[in-house]
Each structure stands twice: as C-alpha cells, then as structure tokens.
Nanobody, 117 residues
Framework: QVQLVESGGGLVQAGGSLRLSCAAS????????MGWYRQVPGKQRELVAT???????TYADSVKGRFTISGDNAKKTVYLQMNSLKPEDTGVYYC???????????WGQGTQVTVSS
C-alpha cells in the first residue's frame, strides 16, 4: 500500500505562486509514475503534470511554461511549483501514484487552490 498526503494549497492572487507537496509513504518502490490532477465542481478531474522515476515530465497545455513538477527521492516527495497563477487554475489538486502494475493507482486526499482575480 502507498499513502499520499498533499499540502501547500491556499488562497493566492492572480499572478502569484504556490508550491504543492505530495509526501509518499508505504511501498513507494512499487510506484513508477507520479502525477498532479485538479478538479473543479461539476467537471472531470484533469491531468496537470506527471513525472516518471527517471525524471521525465509531461504537462497539460494550459500549464506549460507556468508549472513545474519535480521529485525529491530522499524526501519521498513530489512537488508542483505553480507560477503566474490564473483564476482558472482554481480547484482541488490531487496527487496520484501509478503502480508498476499499470491498473493500480493511489490518490491523496487533495488540497484546495483558490486564485482570486
């Protein structure tokens, strides 16, 4: 089992920055891909960014150039640095870990990000 705990959300003005953290514990050796997702009420959860064990990253077009995903293996933590925030970035941000057996996923409880205009 893997446990994921997000932190770092909050209220920020448009143009500001936040850094989200996702701390992992448990059988983290079984995880080969970590990602950040976000969800707003009435909409599906959407992918924001991913990072592999090897450090390869992907981003949603809407956040490219503004957000950066990174990982610290020693701290067993994945980060999402969010700059130049926009009101449309508002939502609950979730961390997800993908098991090496590709059909198993672990989710955190989410952290709220609110960007005011």
């Amino acid at each position: 089992q893997v446990q994921l705990v997000e932190s770092g959300g909050g209220l920020v003005q448009a143009g500001g920055s936040l850094r989200l953290s996702c701390a992992a514990s448990g059988s983290i050796f079984s995880i080969n891909l970590m990602g950040w997702y976000r969800q707003v009420p009435g909409k599906q959860r959407e992918l924001v960014a991913t990072i592999t064990n090897g450090g390869s990253t992907t981003y949603a077009d809407s956040v490219k150039g503004r957000f950066t995903i990174s990982g610290d293996n020693a701290k067993k933590t994945v980060y999402l640095q969010m700059n130049s925030l926009k009101p449309e970035d508002t939502g609950v941000y979730y961390c997800r870990g993908k098991h090496v057996v590709g059909t198993i996923y672990y989710w955190g409880q989410g952290t709220q990000v609110t960007v005011s205009s």
